[in-house]
């Protein structure tokens, strides 16, 4: 039934190199499994036999990755919501990005691809995780496949302590109470939300993402993950650690604690720009936090910051939060996948330092970060991504390889933003190109985006030949996603 919603499937063979890859993957997991047993009684043995190990001297990693933050609401990307100080300080200290992409111009997917560092649509993600209803309609998986690559558990294996606090939605929430826990993805601790398999009881009074009820109120949530990172880190200071900060700011609803500097009526409308902004003043805060809290901690100069969104923003205020990009939150415009992008890693990224040219996204996470951290991967890990490692150490490089994005699958589970903003369902950026186009051919949309950033002049009747070679592209790379069975539960195929 749901065939009939993307006629493209018929007509284009779904079995690709890319999904033998993906088999091939899956048995390398169970082998994997098994390994870990054997190291693991090896461990246990008694310590008189285990020599004793060197100083492991590689970096932390703290992954921060805010909801729904625009391109431009933070100072050190021109917004001027609020002054964030403490955020224009960490980019001070290290190397901004103007051209970094999310996976997807939404939550669930962007997410998955930051994991297993692969397109979200290989592992059936196209749209935000819900009921197990709007799941099936999107074509969508309930959670992400534990037999799925993880950058947690190749970090793990690799030695470091692996915790994720914060925003998960990869699984679990509503009608989900089948999704894995954090461990089956590498991770060592964890504290979330709702939309996780193991919601924290203190910000998790009713069956819902938040409630007024909550012993650790909407306002407080971000400075709780904050603690929760630096608690984890003050415990492992003699093993290197791997820490995803999630938090669920700057996502809607906006709810700040009484501010005494905000003179307007309280409590405020919770999709406003004025709580937007006192929202946005407390977030900086606690980021303000965690930098003086690594300070303190004395391993501020041994850690790799990175600070990033995982979409575009919703309200956009007339795309005031994106810097004039086109699009939104659910939008494959600009504005809905390009992302603002800090690293910082003193004595290694050249700190105040901006990289205007190269082009990055959240798949390339996964190889760039082990290749800094020293952590292998598996020979045969069916990544998307490139290792991007150099251009985030501070040397610009041009990007040979394309980015594909899909979001809109059909008209039943999709939101999408109204008017211009709405975009094609296919994305795909190639050099100084990005070609926009619905998957049954119609809508195609070209634009240069180096010297039209804002997508505003579609030159696609002027450029045949790069539109020709681009819509290949884009319809290959499309049908080399797995199609979804609903008879398919994700967790039918996998051993653990
Ligand atoms: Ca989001």
Not at 55 to 62: A, H, L, T, Y
Not at 427 to 439: I, P, Q, T, Y
């Amino acid at each position: 039934m749901l065939g009939k919603l993307v006629p493209h499937e018929r007509i284009i063979p779904l079995k690709t190199a890319q999904m033998a890859r993906q088999q091939q993957w899956k048995l390398h997991t169970f082998f994997a499994a098994v390994t870990a047993v054997i190291a693991l009684w090896a461990w246990w043995r008694p310590a008189y036999s285990v020599a004793p190990a060197p100083q492991d001297s590689r970096p932390n990693v703290i992954f921060i990755l805010t909801d729904d933050m625009g391109f431009s609401d933070i100072g050190c990307f021109g917004g001027q919501f609020v002054p964030t100080p403490n955020i224009d300080r960490l980019a001070g200290n290290g190397r901004k990005f103007m051209q970094y992409y999310s996976a997807a111009p939404i939550c669930s997917p962007s997410r998955a691809g930051l994991i297993t560092g692969m397109y979200p649509g290989r592992w059936n993600f196209t749209t935000f995780l819900h009921t197990k209803k709007h799941n099936r309609e999107a074509e969508q998986a309930d959670f992400l496949d534990p037999s799925a690559p993880s950058i947690a558990r190749f970090f793990k294996n690799a030695g470091y302590a692996t915790g994720h606090f914060g925003k998960w939605h990869l699984g679990g929430g509503r009608d989900v109470k089948n999704a894995p826990g954090f461990e089956q993805y590498g991770f060592d601790e964890h504290a979330s939300t709702y939309e996780s398999p193991d919601p924290d009881p203190l910000i998790t009074a009713t069956n819902w993402i938040w409630s007024d009820k909550d012993s650790i109120k909407r306002w407080d949530r971000t400075k709780y993950f904050v603690d929760k990172t630096l608690d984890f880190l003050s415990r492992h200071k003699d093993q290197p650690c791997f820490v995803n900060l999630w938090p669920d700011d700057m996502h809607t609803p906006w709810v700040p604690g009484k501010d005494p500097e905000h003179t307007g009526k309280y409590p405020l409308n919770r999709e406003e720009e004025a709580a937007f902004k006192l929202v946005l003043k407390e977030y900086d805060l606690q980021m303000g936090r965690l930098l003086d809290g690594l300070k303190k901690l004395g391993i501020e100069k041994n850690t790799i910051i990175i600070f990033t969104s995982d979409n575009g923003p919703l309200p956009s205020f007339k795309g005031s939060r994106a810097a004039g990009l086109r699009g939104t939150k659910l939008s494959l415009y600009e504005g809905g996948t390009r992302m603002p992008f800090i690293i910082s890693w003193p004595g290694h990224i050249p700190a105040g330092t901006v990289d205007t040219s190269s082009v990055i996204t959240g798949v390339d996470m996964v190889p760039s970060l082990a290749q800094l951290c020293s952590v292998s991967l598996p020979g045969n890990y069916p990544g998307d991504g490139t290792d991007k490692s150099a251009v985030l150490l501070g040397k610009p490089a041009s990007r040979d390889q394309d980015i594909f994005w899909e979001y809109g699958r059909n008209d039943i589970a999709f939101k999408y933003p109204a008017g211009r903003n709405k975009s094609p369902h296919l994305a795909v950026r190639s050099g100084a190109w990005k070609l926009l186009m619905n998957s049954d051919g119609t809508d195609v949309q070209l634009f240069n985006i180096i010297k039209d950033r804002n997508e505003t002049t579609n030159v696609a009747n002027s450029e045949p030949a790069i539109v020709a070679k681009l819509k290949s592209r884009l319809l290959k790379w499309r049908a080399s996603l797995p199609a979804f069975r609903g008879d398919d539960t994700p967790d039918s195929h996998h051993t653990n």
